[in-house]
């Protein structure tokens, strides 16, 4: 399989490379910041890193270009990019909001949009999303991240219909709390609290949300779309 991951230099999209590339799968992967991160990543793995931002056209398409001339195509689409925030919505800017959106739910669109001609064109594709529980449960303190992430889900039901007689399936990912840089901002009582709250009783790994997402590009997955999987330990059922 050919793959391109957007957001994949950092946390679950740098697992997602890791795993892909361990299992014989080529992996391009996009990153706007981490540039030595993503350089490692791509050493370490023999991936192709691609410096590109989600919330502007021109760098998906440029990235979405590159990612083809080098793997000659794209079968598994990963939309992984994500930024979130913390305040009370009274506080949220426009700025803010738009910007949140422009990266979590039109960078899905963007890559999307720029990858299906190649997928339609040969009649097989899977598009994966990664969403977040609190797309599903909503989550206070955080309404502009949680909205962007059930937007995704919603974008994912449509696009399955959409697709889905061109063999394209389109499923979502709906992680927990996972280990990552992201939820640094959490203290260690929160966390704990969390945990408490979770069936399995751990913060979720990287990994998990990465296997999950390496069963839904297998023929073991050829027969779901528009699914929404929830890794988060039964936190949220």
């Not at 955080?142 to 909205?147: D, G, L, M, P």
Request: a negative charge.
């Amino acid at each position: 399989m050919k793959v391109l991951i957007n957001g994949g230099s950092r946390g679950i999209g740098a697992e997602m490379v890791r795993l892909f590339s361990k299992n014989g799968h080529s992996v391009a992967f996009t990153y706007k910041n981490s540039k030595e991160k993503a350089e490692a990543l791509a050493n370490e793995c023999g991936a192709l890193a691609i410096c590109a931002d989600s919330s502007v056209t021109e760098d998906v398409n440029r990235a979405v270009s590159v990612a083809v001339g080098v793997l000659g195509e794209i079968d598994v689409l990963i939309n992984n990019a994500a930024i979130s925030s913390f305040s009370l919505l009274t506080d949220v800017t426009d700025e803010e909001w738009s910007g949140m959106m422009s990266v979590n739910i039109d960078g899905a669109f963007r890559y999307s949009r720029a990858v299906l001609p190649f997928m339609i064109r040969k009649k097989f594709g899977r598009i994966i999303n990664i969403s977040s529980m609190w797309g599903i449960c909503g989550s206070s303190c955080e309404v502009a991240y949680s909205t962007s992430k059930a937007a995704l889900i919603g974008f994912t039901k449509a696009l399955a219909k959409e697709v889905g007689p061109s063999n394209i399936t389109v499923n979502c990912i709906a992680p927990g709390l996972i280990d990552t840089e992201m939820n640094t901002v959490l203290s260690e009582s929160d966390k704990q609290a969390i945990i408490e709250e979770t069936p399995i009783s751990r913060i979720g790994k990287a990994e998990d949300v990465a296997k999950t997402a390496l069963f839904l590009s297998s023929d073991g997955a050829d027969f779901i779309t528009g699914a929404v999987i929830s890794v988060n330990g039964g936190l949220v059922m």
